[in-house]
């Protein structure tokens, strides 16, 4: 693990570390889940997705989901070597600076409503089927 995975950790408080046969299933969840780029960044192909959104600030988030803010997300790093973590939205808001600091792009799974947000190192995006 790395520094900033153990600071992203502490901020969030309440989290669970995926096991690596949980993560497997996650991912694969995730990859059926929506269209992913085919230049292999592995970042969600945002062209093919109708249902979206552009955020100025992670506060925005809150505005855009329309259930509690302890719904469970699944935190997913582009570097694999890290697990995948399992929090609240409410905890990810809290401490998004120290998450999105551990790799370039993070995406923040909901499995149970299908949703995805994605932070790239340019840009903030929602699918907005909450």
Do not use: Y
């Amino acid at each position: 693990m790395s520094i900033l995975f153990d600071e992203a950790l502490e901020a969030l408080k309440e989290v669970r570390v995926l096991k690596d046969e949980e993560s497997k299933e996650v991912i694969d969840h995730f990859i059926s889940s929506f269209p992913i780029q085919t230049s292999g960044s592995g970042r969600i192909d945002w062209d093919k997705i109708d249902n979206k959104v552009s955020l100025v600030s992670v506060q925005e988030i809150k505005t855009q989901i329309d259930f509690g803010l302890t719904e469970k997300c699944l935190v997913i790093w582009n570097d694999e070597s890290h697990p995948i973590l399992e929090t609240t939205i409410e905890n990810v808001i809290h401490a998004f600076d120290d998450v999105t600091a551990v790799s370039f792009d993070t995406w923040i799974f909901f499995p149970k409503s299908n949703n995805v947000i994605e932070n790239l190192s340019s840009s903030l995006k929602m699918t907005t089927l909450f």
